[in-house]
């Protein structure tokens, strides 16, 4: 069983900054993909940011140029960066691996709170 530990997250004001953290407990390199994900109060989870084992990265349009992720595979963690926050960033940021076969794991969620 893989476990993820989000940390990270927090109250900051519009215009700050917050870095997440994934803690993954096996070689992340096992994993095709790993992801951030949000889910804001009553809306549904939306794909915020990808890493392939390959290295690529991918970003939902809305934080492109100003979220940036990255990994250590020497410690299996994957960061989120966030920058220039905004309210609408606001929500409960879950970190995701797809595993081999489709398996997803999940983190338990960190909360993200942006005031204006």
């Known amino acids: 069983q893989v476990q993820l530990t989000e940390s990270g997250g927090g109250l900051v004001q519009a215009g700050g900054s917050l870095r997440l953290t994934c803690a993954a407990s096996?070689?992340?390199?096992?994993?095709?993909?790993m992801r951030w994900y949000r889910q804001a109060p009553g809306k549904r989870r939306e794909l915020v940011a990808s890493?392939?084992?390959?290295?690529?990265?991918n970003y939902v349009d809305s934080v492109q140029g100003r979220f940036t992720l990255s990994r250590d595979v020497t410690k299996n963690t994957i960061s989120l960066q966030m920058d220039s926050l905004k309210p609408e960033d606001t929500g409960v940021y879950y970190c995701?691996?797809?595993?081999?076969?489709?398996?997803?794991?999940w983190g338990q969620g960190t909360q993200v709170t942006v005031s204006s």
């Open positions: 890493i392939g084992s390959a290295g690529s990265i």
């Open positions: 995701n691996a797809l595993a081999v076969g489709q398996t997803n794991y």
């Open positions: 096996s070689n992340i390199f096992r994993f095709p993909a």
